[in-house]
């Protein structure tokens, strides 16, 4: 168990005041009173809907030996009898900022032991952080990851549990510390762009070597404001490589980014450091490594990829073309934190597994294609649905949502883009939260409409709010040749209500719904 003095965790925090006596041994860090224990110290966290300030006596009356907060309260919470320390009180301006520096030293700053390689963007974050463990562990290096899907601490990746893409900064950190204590060498970090905004703090005390831009499309502006303040808060990963870089004068593996050359934003993100910066693209041959001759099919994808004058023919295991540009993403970024020719990499890219959750075929023994996906932006849609369509002889049937209080604006773009690709549109629920649910499944429903008129509900276009509903019609309407996509959910075990939480797994659900359907049809 870790034990530090409060004064070493705190001693280089901008500290307005505290209250208190002692310098009592901090053995846990918490922001959530329910996991405060004895020798905690707690963060009093303001939220969107709670403030943390509310709950500092519940952290005291749990054992908190500390409390990090922006107003000391008045009066201070009675201390229990049975405490063995009176708490000291810390007052800062702002206690996410804080948390973020006190977890880092609290864990020993575990990313400078570790070569930390950060992967941001809308849409090919979590397959590409999977991607680059996975070539690093083929190339025989100890390496673990934190992604939206799963985290690998040690050998096997286990499900990521929160419900957040990047997790607070103590979570963060002790995943960094569990990495470094198992003999990891690599990190991969899946950032996200709340986790790199200075509102959040969560990502602001790792010291990242290597930063990688797969592409940005509208998403998140509920949170960030603006387009400019989303792609802002993108770019600094980027702008972290320079506090690494000045931080070490002769580092063991180079410092550089990575950047999808195709994006319309790429400019912008090579700008944002002054470190090296390499290209990958399918578009252009002026990048780095490019990629042609691509032939997609829903086996995977055969192509070619160019380095300089070499060029070696790849096959990817992997449906879609922006499963290409993800592995190129990876091939990339492990071969340069390696120093070695990216084109020696390509020989263990057909060993590559997908992601659970991505394009996952439920099955494969049905005259129709059933396959689970986590697109739920209108970049994802504009990439995943031409292909699909391309790829598909009979109807193309989608199933998705949209989330609530989230980025209203994204809802018609994500209808107006499935209308142009789908033959059958079923809306249902994805995480309506405090938002009335069918209200968000008529804000998609109008995109729909005004991008194909002839799309009439009841025959083409349902709003079926509950999901398994929604699924079980989609496998009734569902004839040979069709493929029928569940988007939105993916890997994630829930579905979050205003007053409830619906325990949740797409695959599964959808697997349960095939045999109920197989079933009634033996049985008629």
């Known amino acids: 168990m870790i034990e530090t003095a409060l004064s070493r965790l705190c001693d280089k925090l901008p500290i307005l005041s505290h209250v208190g006596e002692g310098d009592p041994l901090v053995s846990h860090l918490a922001y959530d009173s329910r996991h405060v224990q004895k020798g ?59 948390m973020s520096s006190v977890a880092a030293r609290f864990n020993r700053r575990p990313s400078r032991e570790l070569t930390v390689i950060g992967v941001t963007g809308t849409d090919g974050k979590s397959t590409t952080t999977w991607l680059i463990d996975q070539l690093l562990t083929l190339q025989e290096e100890e390496s673990g990851f934190v992604s939206t899907v799963m985290t690998k601490q040690d050998v096997i990746p286990r499900k990521n549990e929160f419900r957040q893409s990047t997790p607070e900064a103590p979570e963060i950190q002790g995943f960094l510390r569990a990495m470094v204590d198992n003999g990891k060498t690599f990190a991969v970090v899946e950032a996200t762009s709340h986790g790199l905004s200075c509102r959040t703090s969560r990502l602001k005390d790792v010291d990242f070597h290597v930063a990688v831009f797969t592409n940005i499309t509208h998403e998140h502006l509920e949170f960030h404001g603006s387009f400019e303040q989303y792609r802002s808060d993108k770019a600094q990963l980027f702008r972290a490589l320079d506090r690494t870089a000045k931080r070490l004068e002769n580092p063991d593996n180079p410092i550089f980014g990575v950047i999808n050359l195709d994006d319309p934003n790429a400019y912008y993100f090579q700008h944002a450091t002054r470190q090296r910066v390499l290209t990958y693209s399918v578009e252009s041959s002026d990048a780095d490594l490019y990629a042609d001759q ?75 294609t059933p396959i689970v996906d986590y697109a739920h932006t209108p970049g994802s849609f504009s990439k995943i649905l031409p292909q699909m369509r391309q790829d598909t002889t009979g109807r193309l049937i989608l199933v998705f949502g949209s989330a609530g209080e989230r980025d209203r604006e994204k809802r018609a773009m994500q209808g107006r883009i499935a209308a142009e690709h789908a033959d059958l549109i079923i809306l249902a629920d994805e995480d309506p939260r405090g938002e009335d649910p069918l209200s968000i499944l008529e804000e998609i429903a109008a995109g729909v409409e005004e991008a194909a008129p002839q799309m009439q509900r009841l025959q083409n276009l349902f709003l079926i709010p509950d999901r398994r509903e929604a699924i079980r019609k989609a496998i009734a309407l569902a004839k040979p040749r069709d493929t029928v996509m569940f988007l939105g959910k993916g890997h994630e075990s829930s579905i979050l209500y205003a007053d409830s939480v619906l325990e949740w797994d797409e695959t599964r659900v959808v697997a349960e719904e095939i045999a109920r359907s197989h079933r009634e049809e033996t049985e008629r």
Request: proline content about 10%.
């Open 40 to 98: 905690s110290a707690f963060f009093a966290l303001p939220g969107i809907h709670v403030d943390g300030h509310r709950f500092i006596p519940q952290a005291i009356a749990a054992g908190a030996v500390a409390v990090f907060c922006e107003t000391i309260p008045e009066p201070l919470p009675e201390t229990q009898p049975a405490a063995a320390v009176t708490p000291v009180y810390i007052q800062v301006s702002d206690c996410r900022n804080a």
């Open 294 to 368: 691509i032939v997609c099919e829903a086996s995977g994808s055969t192509c070619v990829f160019h380095w300089g004058r070499e060029a070696r023919p790849v096959q990817i295991p992997l449906a879609g073309r922006f499963n290409v540009e993800n592995v190129l993403a990876a091939v990339l970024t492990t071969a340069h934190v390696l120093e070695r020719n990216p084109l020696d990499i390509v020989e263990t890219v057909p060993l590559l597994k997908p992601l659970p959750g991505r394009m996952h075929v439920v099955s494969r023994e049905l005259p129709w």
